[in-house]
């Protein structure tokens, strides 16, 4: 029996390191070598400060920035950490009164004559979504021209250099990042 015991002991202590220490060991090398970039979180960086991540949305509440979608994270809004939708369905009275508010915020700050974009009153699926539809971004390019005093053609020209299309030309829809747009937009030069 003690030979046994011997015997599951080391087996453990064997597989504890192998699986525990070396393979996350080997894992995190060979993916700081070949992908540095993904493997560290995506990372947008300038002169060394983290302005955010390509792969989480963050929030954005002036009115010269465009907005992201809805972060269904709390208490923090687009925390990594409470990723995840509200699973409100379609019939959910909750989520018919969260739109309702949401087009109400938005009836203040966008000229309403045209349809709200679904993706600017709704959360995806994680909460984190990085992206807006081109629908979404064309609803608020006159707030963005009047706040930063730009031209609309200025504002709709950046939306369309970053609207990235369907991955490999069929998966998914045309999407915005929102990040990388609002980092654009603010190297454009202001009217004076």
């Known amino acids: 029996m003690f030979a046994q015991l011997r015997t599951a002991t080391l087996l453990l202590l064997a597989i504890t390191v192998l699986t525990g220490v070396i393979y996350p060991l080997v ?38 920035y465009f ?68 629908a979404a971004a064309e609803f608020q390019v006159s707030r963005i021209a009047k706040a930063r005093n730009l031209s609309e053609e200025v504002v709709r020209e950046l939306v369309v250099q970053h609207t990235e299309g369907r991955q490999f030309g069929v998966l998914g829809e045309p999407r915005v990042r929102v990040l990388r747009l609002n980092l654009a937009l603010d190297q454009v030069p202001q009217k004076k």
């Not at 979180?41 to 954005?60: C, K, M």
């Not at 699973?87 to 739109?99: A, D, I």
């Open 67 to 134: 907005w992201s979608r809805l972060s269904a994270t709390s208490p923090v809004p687009y925390n990594g950490n409470s990723s995840g939708g509200s699973n409100f369905g379609p019939l959910n009275p909750e989520l018919k009164k969260s739109v309702d508010a949401r087009i109400k915020e938005l009836s203040g700050t966008e000229p309403l004559n045209k349809p709200v974009p679904v993706d600017l009153v709704t959360a995806s699926g994680s909460g984190l979504d990085p992206h807006i539809s081109p």
């Open 27 to 64: 894992v995190t090398g060979v993916a700081q070598l070949l992908f540095p970039k993904q493997s560290n979180g995506s990372l947008f960086r300038e002169n060394d400060q983290v302005l955010g991540s390509e792969l989480i949305g963050q929030a954005f509440a002036s009115p010269r």
